[in-house]
């Protein structure tokens, strides 16, 4: 293992890295007012929102591949760079068509951050301390999409090419400090992290890819249609709603530390997970609930907070039980199944909201976490402290 301060630098490139990539590939949420301004209905901006989804699922497993093979410096930094300069291109672009063509390249280039920063904490971190160390590198996610709350609806008031330009500006400056400050962990030759037979020959990744995926309809429904809904319901403005947003999303990152604290604790992932799918259950209840009314701004918050909270824990379990060698490809096929879903969920959602109302379409959602829960696979002894050497976490007694 590595108790110099060195992980803690690698842990924060991978971060930053990370905040850059999201705020682009799941913050474009923040741009529909602007494009439907431009005469887009909202199932299409919603199409548009989701296009960097799409391409994810391309190259996800590919980038992970790449990363077990060559290291993830390389492929972070290769990653962000190419995105970059796409969304670069992407600003001189009008036609919807041809926007979505580069929001969708680009998502494919950016993948590589899903696929390779995770592998960086399975090698630098200890068992005892990856789901601190991963929940950290999760509230990247929330971190960018509070970027993107904050400066988009202004950045995109005269149209979107300004916003588009600062997504850009953030993935290529990534990529030269990922490049430069990045290093890559040792292999370790020990234990299940270094095991090199398929993880998948048991049903409990299968499970939690699974379980992660049905997850992802409640966070992306509350991701793409929270602004709208402050918009359309409260009449806020666009500025108004992403500031109230984007505090939501400070909120969802706490939630991922406080959950990866947690998981240390009680030396298990599962559980964890579990009870906050539950939790989800009941915010969307109440959510769909008081949807017409002012109380349900407080509860939007409360839904953008729990909704991101259990993804941490799905990817430390995923990479604890997947070992080194096979991290990258497991956390490809993970963001893969959450990003197929992901992708399907904005359109789909919007048409919904479009035929029946607000409240009527987060009622639908509920199903989604509870299926989850059902099938979240957990270790049959609660309690036990996970252990401090790596590759035996408590997930592989699942």
């Not at 330009?165 to 270094?194: E, F, K, Q």
Request: hydrophobic share 55%; glycine share 10%; with cysteine.
């Amino acid at each position: 293992m590595h108790p110099s301060p060195r992980r803690w630098l690698v842990l924060a490139i991978g971060m930053i890295a990370m905040t850059s990539g999201c705020a682009f590939q799941f913050g474009l949420a923040y741009l529909i007012p602007a494009l439907r301004a431009d005469g887009l209905s909202l199932a299409t901006a919603g199409l548009l929102a989701a296009a960097p989804t799409a391409g994810l699922l391309t190259t996800l497993i590919a980038w992970g591949a790449a990363a077990d093979r060559w290291g993830e410096r390389l492929v972070l930094s290769a990653g962000l760079a190419a995105s970059g300069a796409i969304l670069l291109v992407a600003t001189r672009v009008q036609d919807p068509v041809r926007l979505g063509v580069c929001f969708l390249l680009a998502g494919a280039a950016g993948a590589a951050v899903h696929a390779s920063s995770g592998r960086l904490i399975m090698g630098w971190f200890r068992a005892g301390e990856r789901g601190l160390a991963m929940g950290l590198r999760q509230t990247a996610q929330p971190a960018g999409v509070a970027v993107a709350a904050v400066a988009l609806p202004a950045l995109s008031a005269s149209g979107p090419a300004p916003a588009i330009g600062l997504l850009a500006a953030l993935s290529l400056a990534s990529s030269v400090l990922v490049a430069v400050l990045i290093r890559d962990p040792a292999r370790t030759t020990t234990g299940d992290n270094a095991r090199t037979d398929s993880p998948y020959r048991t049903p409990v990744l299968w499970r939690v890819h699974a379980a992660s995926a049905l997850l992802i309809v409640p966070q992306f429904t509350v991701a793409m249609f929270a602004l709208v809904f402050l918009v359309d319901q409260h009449h806020f403005t666009a500025t108004a709603a992403g500031r109230v947003l984007a505090a939501g999303q400070v909120g969802g990152a706490v939630a991922r530390l406080a959950a990866g604290w947690w998981s240390d604790r009680t030396g298990s992932r599962l559980r964890p997970m579990r009870t906050v799918a539950l939790a989800i259950v009941a915010v969307v209840a109440l959510l769909a609930a008081t949807a017409p009314t002012g109380i349900s701004v407080a509860v939007l918050l409360a839904a953008a907070v729990l909704t991101v909270s259990p993804n941490g824990l799905a990817f430390t379990a995923v990479a604890e039980y997947a070992g080194q060698a096979w991290a990258g490809r497991a956390l490809g096929i993970q963001n893969t199944a959450q990003n197929v879903v992901g992708t399907a969920t904005p359109p789909t959602i919007g048409a919904v909201i479009g035929a029946i109302g607000y409240g009527p379409a987060f009622a639908t959602i509920l199903i989604f976490p509870l299926l989850a829960a059902a099938i979240i696979p957990v270790e049959p002894r609660p309690g036990r402290r996970q252990p401090e050497s790596p590759g035996t976490p408590a997930v592989s007694r699942a």
